[in-house]
């Protein structure tokens, strides 16, 4: 995989990326623009101070990965797609200023190709959503964890929602899974992505009556979501996965899947609760991993580029 490179003298939209990523850590001062001036440069060398890196204002594959800029994000020999899964959990309890959720938002769809999203329950934050441009959604009315994937790189060929359990009047809502089938515009693979999220407080050191229930509405969401998984498997399908899943650094399906974005990301404070996923078989490749630390919810988001071929 060739990797682009920006340095003094580069312009364009990856340039203002660049600026943008680093003035909300504090380090580039003035407006943003499309130039890699000296300015620019002096930024960059902050930054590498920072992370204890030479510093030489050049920004590589290295840089680029913890800024989320995508420079590698090119098409590798063979045909194959390379491709992010994005994992956000837009925290809706308490609800967030709409400045926030958009924030927030956007900067998922900036990462991502294929996004799963949590606690999108109030109409703004689904208006969101909506307002992406470039992206198609999955997102039927009352569903709190749609699925966003980006049109120039999929086709939707099915989608669905399974419920996994009913819900508990002051507890918990019901729980569902939601997947989307989905072909490789430039491959033609098709693979599943699934994106859910699991009843909350039943691993928590806090004790409460509702405990039992939590406990076992949490396990039934599991095994069911298990026998989702194996189903599309059979049919021949790569799956991924993200979700809030509510369990610390925890192999949530066993052995089903590999943990692509960690068990210890820190994704909730220093807890991991957010995981993106995928099926052992079908000729899907994690590339790389990253938690992304800059949003206004209470969750990080959690990303895994893939190849597909």
């Not at 499309?34 to 920072?50: I, L, P």
């Not at 109030?122 to 699925?147: C, Q, V």
């Not at 120039?152 to 809502?173: Q, R, T, Y």
């Not at 989307?180 to 515009?185: A, C, D, G």
């Amino acid at each position: 995989m060739t990797i682009r490179r920006l340095s003094l003298g580069s312009v364009g939209a990856p340039v203002r990326k660049l600026e943008q990523e680093l003035k909300e850590r504090g380090l580039f001062k003035g407006p943003v623009d499309n130039k890699f001036d000296a300015k620019t440069r002096r930024a960059v060398q902050a930054f590498e101070k920072r992370r204890g890196f030479e510093q030489d204002g050049v920004v590589g594959g290295r840089i680029s990965r913890l800024l989320g800029l995508g420079l590698e994000k090119t098409k590798p020999a063979g045909g194959k797609g390379v491709f992010d899964v994005v994992s956000m959990n837009v925290k809706s309890n308490p609800l967030m200023s709409q400045d926030k959720v958009r924030h927030d938002v956007q900067r998922a769809a900036k990462t991502g190709e294929i996004i799963g999203w949590q606690e999108i329950g109030p109409e703004r934050y689904r208006d969101a959503i909506r307002n992406l441009k470039g992206f198609s959604h999955f997102m039927p009315k009352g569903l709190e964890t749609p699925i966003s994937w980006k049109t120039s790189e999929f086709k939707l060929l099915d989608s669905g929602v399974e419920k996994m359990h009913g819900g508990l009047a002051k507890v918990s809502p019901h729980r569902q899974v939601a997947w989307v089938k989905l072909q490789n515009k430039e491959t033609g693979e098709v693979m599943i992505h699934m994106n859910t999220h699991l009843v909350s407080g039943a691993w928590n050191s806090k004790i409460q009556r509702s405990d039992p229930w939590r406990k076992a509405m949490w396990n039934r969401h599991i095994e069911k979501m298990g026998n989702l998984i194996e189903k599309f498997e059979k049919q021949g399908h790569p799956v991924t996965i993200s979700g809030d899943f509510n369990r610390d650094s925890f192999k949530v399906l066993g052995n089903k899947v590999v943990y692509d974005s960690g068990l210890h990301a820190g994704t909730h404070g220093r807890s991991t609760l957010d995981y993106v996923m995928h099926t052992r078989g079908g000729g899907l490749k994690k590339i790389s991993s990253r938690v992304d630390r800059h949003y206004a919810s209470d969750h990080n988001a959690v990303t895994v580029r893939y190849d597909i071929g």
